[in-house]
């Protein structure tokens, strides 16, 4: 999805600007020049046990594959956007337009779009010129969502105020844990489902150890699991499937039928509690040493006080605080009504909600295009906020602000300029953008110029 509705150059070049303080530098030779596409900088090879995964045009690896790489080059200069999209899911930097990769060890740099001879990384000890002048004239904190540990380093370099949204279930598409959370999707409660469970909590809480330690300073939310079945199950894969057939069965049909509705959000973590479980307990195990830091717990697609309630009860006496993401437009109708005294915090998901109102799919791209194509619409509502949209969120947001409940607003419109200026306007307190938007809009919010 592009960072703006028409291209913009300056504001692209102000932004590599940017990105370029603060990335280390390789400094061996440069033996293939190729397109940037995903930043970061890693050191490997490829072959079967390398860090690095070459793809072929046309190729399409699977997410078990990519999950055991750190980077990928792509032989394509421009390859298909939920292909990167997957990419920087799972952590990777990536380089594109590199037909001939070398067969020895290199460095990988995304940010230029280089391959180098093996050598020391120039890492910069200088404080970014611009930072400090561009917190300065935001008008709201832009805090960055997290798909990865790769994306945590990048979040500190890149002025995040905080982490807004925790993806918990791409932090499970790892080469050990996505099995694990797979087979967690598919069993009914018991106790291999508690098995797994403890499991997936224990690998996590590394994960989120670092998280706590390195996030900047600032809210850090925790998102309950929330992975869709038709993303992260392969029913092809029978070897991590578990053995009870008429449950998968069942999940087969639903799928065909729905994909994105298929138990959903606290629908997922109420009706297969073991996920719930896991959960909490990869947090217990992470926040014992991080009292100082501002915690949050955050509930996914979220419908009912009782869901809120239910968690509530789970969690208590945990010192996390509470937020609820709203997605659906029933949640912001009944949120006023009966969750203001429930929780501390409230995320509008742009992505999810926009879906929900316009009984459009964010996954059917090709519709999209062709209704845009035709002049049926003006604009892709999911990259800005349509005008039926703005109108039905501002009363909600001007309750909360009345209540003293701040407002995060997490999802793609968030980085169009017009949309965030009508969301700052409205009274948001904060937003939440992707890592790689998150120079675009702070640049642009703030005003400065970097040249």
Known sequence: MPILKTPDTKLLEQCRQYMLSGEPTPQGKVICQGIPLINGVIAGDISESGQILYIHMGQRPSVEELALSEAV?????????????????????????????????????????????SGPLLESSMPNPWEAKIKSKLPIPILSSLNCLNDLTLASKRGAAGIGLIRSEHFCLHSDRLPLLQQLLLLEDGPLAEMRANELAESLSDDFKIILKNAPDGPIMFRLLDPPFHEFVNFQDTQNLPNNANFVSLYQEKISIAPTLVRRGMRLNIRQPAILRSMIKALDLSCRSFSD????????????????????????????????????????????????????HFSIGGNDLTQFFLGISRDDRQDLFHMQHHAFIDHDPFATLGPSLKEFIKPFISQARKAGKKVNFCGQQAIDLESANFLINAGTSQLTCDINSLVPLRIQLSGVCIK
Not at 317 to 327: A, H, T
């Open 73 to 117: 080059i792509f032989e394509s200069e421009t390859p298909d956007n939920d292909l990167l999209e997957l990419c920087r899911n799972v952590g990777l930097a990536a380089v594109g337009g590199i037909t001939s990769p070398p067969q020895d060890s290199f460095v990988l740099d995304g940010l230029r779009g280089n391959l180098h001879r």
């Open 293 to 344: 830091r501002d915690i949050y717990l955050t509930l996914p697609l979220t419908t009912s006080a009782k869901e809120i309630n239910h968690v509530k009860n789970i969690i208590a006496p945990r010192p996390w605080k509470l937020s609820v993401m709203l997605e659906t437009p029933s949640s912001l109708i009944e949120a006023p009504s009966s969750w203001f005294d429930l929780v501390d």
